[in-house]
């Protein structure tokens, strides 16, 4: 024998309304209210409020009051869909006594059906009358009301938080928050549209799930989020797929089809997703997706499209707002970079702190999240990763220009080859070496001066997938170039301090110019060095090293404008003959 709880009815039917309309109320405090008045007037407290779509499916179990023996979604939805073919508008009473309600009240209202449940015996229920039906009807408005000033109040309430405000981090989490209190699902995420063409793609700017967070959906891939851009629809998939794996999805203009679906993550057969397309001025910007895992969560047919379009318009605002100031920040990341870089240069600072100091700008000015300058020492030809931002040196390979290459990774092919290597997707590139599994993104570009070998290689990598673009190659060679130069002039300065040191305490010109000759012949590996000087119109040779056949005494004098010597004065220039 089944309980029933004694209340005491301090509620009239006709008092509900009037109760109901008393205060301003959410949508979802005037069901939680609703619930409880008719609870009251039932005589019981234990109730639950369903709401329902118009072929009586459930789309939100809203509120259980008391000790209802029925309290969790997935047993609510059994009950509501066991209930399904007895209930009518109105009062019920005609429910079987195994069930956990005795009776009950379904009030249609012009956007849904409220359907509420209470363990009351159904002789506590007055019958059906025209009276009733009149309360029934204004109740209806009174929800259907509360439901639009929700919608609203959301809605003005994103605006606001969008409105001025520049940090697309907090106005999505705001777009999240009103997204799950419009439609009352557990998941949301933005997508933004990124490229043009085929080799476009879908980036996640946001998700609940914030695992997802960053991913990227290529355009030739497919999937529901490019169908719905692709085809200008909504479109809700409730997990029903054919013997192909294709998904079975029903649109707002399409009816029902089928899309292949691409998915980030495994996702759970019950999973619901509502995908809505996001347009600015006609152009494609990105997708709303919201999602649950609850089964049915949304019957056919049920969303509001003037809704959807209201949130779809205030979000692609958001998302093109977000680009301007990302390409705005992203211009005085490069002016700072680049000012930073060129005060670096320029400084008395040492070379390690100069190179250091390098690398940090270009990883910000191209928006990179690590990276690292190998350079070349030319004595071994070995080539080192000598500073590092973000990257552990180990992970680093060192390069052997003399020896031969297992496998060159794409540092390596770019100090062979003298070339730069853009590449926005490494896991699908051969090239690739797998010693960072966090890298999504890679530049690398070399240190060279113009018909020179090459010094080293810059390497700017991040953890997104296609993060730069031609225009990032670009500056970051430019920024090469500087280096280049800088090492080169760098490195001869250091080289011509330690080839003076020796002469330093040498007091007679001779001695010098003897022992000058023979440290420039040792270090470039000449077997015969003449140093000249200007007298008189020609030059004059006044010490000579490595040439037996030579007297060192003897005096050679060069007319102007004969031989190389002459050449290299007169061009101010080196001179290399081979």
């Known amino acids: 024998m089944r309980l029933i709880p004694r209340a005491t009815s301090l509620i009239k039917w006709s008092d509900v309304p009037l109760l109901l309309r008393s205060q301003p109320m959410d949508s979802r405090q005037a069901c939680e209210e609703l619930a409880r008045f008719i609870g009251e007037a039932a005589g019981s407290h234990c109730t639950c409020l369903v709401l329902l779509s118009p072929d009586g499916t459930v789309i939100r179990h809203v509120c259980n009051s008391g000790d209802f023996r029925c309290g969790t979604n997935a047993k609510v939805r059994h009950l509501v869909s066991s209930l399904r073919e007895r209930i009518r508008p109105g009062i019920i009473t005609n429910l079987d006594t195994h069930y956990p309600c005795s009776a009950g009240l379904l009030i249609k209202s012009r956007m849904h059906q409220t359907l509420i449940l209470t363990c009351t015996p159904r002789r506590r229920w007055p019958r059906n009358s ?203 990341r490069r002016a700072e970079g680049i000012l930073r870089i060129s005060d670096a240069i320029a400084s008395a600072t040492s070379l390690d702190e100069t190179m250091q100091v390098c690398l940090e700008s270009v990883v910000s000015i191209v928006g990179g999240d690590m990276g690292f300058i190998a350079l070349r020492d030319l004595d071994t030809n070995l080539v080192t990763a000598n500073y590092s931002f973000n990257r552990d040196l180990d992970t680093i390979p060192v390069f052997d220009l003399d020896g031969e290459f297992g496998e060159p990774g794409i540092a390596g092919r770019v100090l062979r080859t003298g070339k730069s290597i853009l590449c926005n997707n490494l896991h699908t590139d051969p090239r690739f070496i797998h010693k960072f599994d966090t890298i999504q993104s890679k530049i690398n570009v ?42 080169s002039e760098r490195r001869f300065l250091v080289g011509l301090a330690e080839l003076s040191r020796p002469f330093l305490d040498v007091e007679r010109p001779e001695t010098l110019r003897k022992k000058l000759l023979q440290r420039l012949t040792a270090i470039l590996g000449v077997e015969v060095a003449f140093f000249h000087e200007i007298e008189e119109g020609s030059l004059m040779t006044l010490a000579v090293e490595g040439a037996d056949a030579l007297n060192e005494s003897q005096q050679i004098r060069i007319p102007e404008g004969k031989g190389l010597s002459w050449k290299a004065v007169e061009s101010q220039r080196p001179l290399q003959v081979y």
Not at 133 to 144: H, T
Not at 186 to 203: K, Y
Not at 448 to 460: F, K
Request: proline fraction near 4%; hydrophobic fraction near 40%; charge should be negative.
């Open 130 to 332: 025209e009276e009733l039906r009149q309360q029934f009807n204004l109740i209806a408005a009174i929800l259907d009301q509360s439901l639009n000033e929700t919608r609203a109040r959301t809605l003005w309430r994103l605006a606001k938080d969008i409105a001025g405000n520049l940090d697309i981090g907090s106005i999505l989490a705001s777009a999240e928050a009103a997204v799950k209190e419009l439609f009352g699902w557990s998941g949301v995420a933005f997508l933004a549209v990124v490229g043009d063409g085929s080799d476009a793609c879908m980036r996640v700017l946001h998700d609940t799930e914030s695992a997802h967070k960053g991913r990227t959906i290529p355009r030739k891939k497919g999937g529901l989020a490019w169908w719905t851009i692709e085809n200008r629809d909504f479109l809700i998939y409730k997990g029903e797929k054919d013997p192909e794996g294709r998904s079975f999805v029903t649109t707002g203009f399409h009816g029902r089809v089928r899309v292949r679906p691409f998915v980030i993550e495994p996702l759970q057969e019950e999973t619901s997703i509502l995908m809505t397309p996001l347009f600015h001025d006609g152009r494609a910007v990105g997708v709303l997706k919201t999602y649950t895992t609850e089964p049915q969560a949304m019957p056919d047919g049920s969303w509001d499209s003037a809704l959807l379009g209201g949130v779809g318009s205030l979000l692609s605002t958001v998302i093109v707002n977000a680009e301007s100031y990302e390409q705005l920040l992203a211009e005085r």
């Open 446 to 487: 070399p240190i060279l001066l113009p018909e020179e070998e090459t010094l080293g290689v810059v390497s700017v990598d991040s953890c997104h997938v296609d993060a730069f673009s031609e225009r990032d190659q670009m500056l970051l060679e430019a920024v090469a170039r500087q280096l280049a130069t800088f090492v």
